[in-house]
């Protein structure tokens, strides 16, 4: 079984949390799973622009302020610095330098990391946001933070966070980007709760992205989709998916062994 298909069985599944809690919080049990973060002291769980969201496109519309982004340091080939596996994700950590900004953000936001999501069985087999009802096999988020804004004061700033979403596609036609083959080889090194890695890959965030119009996306004001649940975030989700080898993409059907117990 291939390296990246075999963790992902192992359901390490990403998110992105501003603090921990004395409550833990999980992904798939009821009595911490998400039904439950609006009842438990998560901070803002309960809000009123909570995300993710299901994207219908009969109800979108046009917004002239939304020109195409503009991206510095994504065709930077030594930005990933760790890998690290905490338990609820495999995150990578970025170098400085890396960041976007124009399409209707409030200024230059600097990228500090990426990471996945893709369910854990048939009950939720995939990415976050869905797109007219559709669920994806996966889901990349870049996470980026406003330019001069400690990660407090950015969770704390109703604009303060900007998370670029990529689906992603299983594909039976090959073209997979090599950047992901080079990343996923990596994976087997961080299968423990609390390994890290460091990084000297020649790899850039361009080559993750490739093939995907990044002048194509929907945009909307939301959350983090994991306790503190904080109203802080500038979504854009992009329509074109990655596409990715099939043999990299996991099934509902994969043994899960949770690992936010």
Not at 31 to 60: E, K, L, M, Y
Not at 64 to 81: D, V, W
Request: hydrophobic letters at 35%.
């Amino acid at each position: 079984m291939d390296v990246f298909l075999l963790l992902l069985c192992l359901g390490l599944l990403s998110s992105v949390r501003a603090k921990s809690h004395q409550c833990d919080w999980c992904y798939h049990r009821g009595q911490c799973g998400p039904s439950a973060w609006v009842s438990r002291p998560f901070g803002h769980c309960n809000g009123q622009r909570q995300s993710p969201v299901d994207i219908r496109t009969s109800g979108v519309t046009t917004d002239p302020n939304l020109t195409e982004l503009t991206f510095t340091g994504y065709r930077e080939k030594n930005i990933m610095r760790e890998l690290t596996n905490n338990g609820h994700t495999v995150q990578v950590t970025l170098r400085p330098g890396a960041g976007v900004s124009g399409g209707g953000l409030s200024g230059w936001y600097s990228a500090v990391q990426f990471h996945f999501h893709w369910g854990n069985s048939a009950d939720f087999p995939g990415s976050e946001h869905l797109l007219d009802g559709r669920r994806f096999p996966m889901e990349l988020h870049i996470v980026h933070v406003k330019k001069g804004k400690s990660l407090p004061a950015a969770l704390a700033d109703p604009e303060g966070i900007a998370v670029l979403g990529f689906f992603i596609e299983a594909t039976e036609a090959g073209g997979t980007p090599e950047g992901w083959k080079t990343l996923t080889s990596l994976l087997k090194e961080v299968a423990g709760t609390g390994y890290t890695k460091t990084l000297a890959l020649s790899l850039s965030l361009d080559e993750l992205l490739r093939g995907v119009d990044r002048s194509k996306f929907f945009r909307y004001r939301g959350s983090l989709t994991t306790p503190d649940c904080n109203e802080a975030v500038v979504w854009t989700v992009f329509q074109e998916p990655v596409r990715v080898s099939r043999d990299l993409v996991p099934t509902p059907s994969c043994h899960v062994i949770m690992f936010d117990q």
